[in-house]
């Protein structure tokens, strides 16, 4: 298994630059056969994916992500039609001029040092990709990336890795070498990541903070911007082909795609060979746009060609414990808002402290966010936050 995934990785780098899938397909049907292989030697209770699930969010069952999913699709793709149809909805990116990679530094850093991240136990460098590595509670490194013609793209980068990293940091040193010192799952990670980037870098509290900010480093660029278009700009909705380009409403539908085929490729319902047909298919049905190159499409990702099965709907679970979280705090930190605008983050990182941060993985992942919230997850609370936000920005009746 770890020889054919190693293996693996070029054939998909040349499938992608000669967007060419037949390139990958045989190194895709050795990864499936021999993930079948290892799924039946380590069991399973109900599903074979429940196996897979098993590696990356313990105690979640393919059932249950299946309710999970029934609950956010319908929705979501009703939410999009209506985001689309506004008046207020501007498809095409709104920044124009140029944004100097070192001044978009600086106020990154000023952010993140704001929200909690301790750089004397952590570091902020660029890097192709953003990613956040933590090799102990002491030492986290955080990376992104910072585009001359977008200002928002690697401050919200820095925005959701930095949530990653102080989770990171939130572990407390007395447990190192504990279940408690290490997270509690890959969904409770990206909670943590999503909830900071999205629920509150996206957030009108947010800007209204760090725009005026921001448009003193680059006034002739954003000095015809008020608080509402910039974040109409900010949380703009569209039809993306791409899951890392995705928008808060779409996201969770590219996540669905993947999930149905991976189920139906292990269970033997799908042939490798149809897969970009059964993706694009998909894509036209939770999304709305329908690729036309395979590097667009079923070849966009890496992680299959890892043999990563069964991760994708971590995302997802990420985005719907961010929610149910929220949800909690603000009934916890009712004048959340004032604080965020006013700079005030201690109590809203002490909060995720003390409900996920300092439980490492001492519980299940479901056990912690239903002990964190009193609630069971559930995908309404997602559905809630999207209708209620995209709603006030786009005026939706």
């Not at 005030?344 to 479901?366: D, K, N, V």
């Amino acid at each position: 298994m770890a020889r054919t995934e190693a293996l693996a990785h070029e054939p998909w780098v040349q499938a992608r630059q000669r967007d060419d899938f037949s390139l990958f397909a045989p190194w895709l049907e050795k990864l499936i056969k021999l993930k079948r292989e290892w799924i039946d030697a380590v069991g399973y209770e109900q599903d074979p994916y429940d196996a897979l699930l098993e590696e990356y969010e313990p105690g979640t069952r393919a059932a249950e992500l299946e309710e999970l999913f029934n609950g956010l699709c319908p929705p979501l793709t009703r939410l999009i039609d209506r985001v689309l149809g506004s008046p207020r909805h501007r498809p095409e990116q709104q920044f124009e001029g140029f944004f100097a990679a070192d001044r978009q530094r600086e106020l990154s850093v000023q952010v993140a040092t704001e929200l909690g991240f301790d750089f004397t136990r952590g570091r902020l460098d660029t890097s192709v990709h953003p990613f956040c590595a933590g090799l102990a509670e002491c030492d986290v490194r955080v990376t992104t990336r910072y585009k001359s013609c977008n200002p928002i793209e690697g401050l919200l980068s820095v925005v959701h890795e930095v949530g990653h990293g102080m989770y990171a940091q939130g572990l407390r040193p007395e447990h190192r070498g504990t279940p408690m010192a290490w997270p509690a799952s890959y969904a409770v990670h990206e909670s943590q990541s999503r909830w900071w980037e999205n629920f509150l870098g996206r957030s009108r509290p947010f800007w209204a903070r760090y725009l005026p900010r921001m448009q003193a480093m680059f006034f002739d660029q954003l000095r015809d911007f008020e608080l509402d278009s910039f974040l109409l700009a900010v949380n703009r909705v569209r039809r993306s082909l791409i899951r890392t380009e995705a928008d808060e409403v779409s996201y969770n539908l590219h996540i669905a795609v993947r999930l149905e085929i991976e189920r139906a490729l292990l269970a033997g319902g799908l042939a490798v060979a149809d897969v970009p047909d059964a993706w694009n298919e998909r894509m036209a049905r939770y999304v709305g746009v329908r690729p036309t190159r395979h590097c667009d499409g079923s070849l966009q990702d890496i992680h299959w060609s890892m043999g990563a099965f069964g991760y994708f709907p971590s995302y997802t679970l990420g985005n719907i414990y961010a929610a149910q979280l929220h949800w909690r705090l603000t009934r916890d930190i009712p004048d959340w808002e004032r604080r965020v605008e006013a700079g005030q983050f201690a109590e809203l990182l002490e909060w995720m402290r003390s409900h996920i941060h300092h439980y490492g993985s001492f519980y299940p992942p479901r056990e912690l966010i239903e002990r964190a919230t009193g609630q069971q997850p559930d995908s309404r609370f997602l559905i809630e936050y999207l209708e209620s936000k995209y709603g006030e920005l786009y005026g939706l009746s």
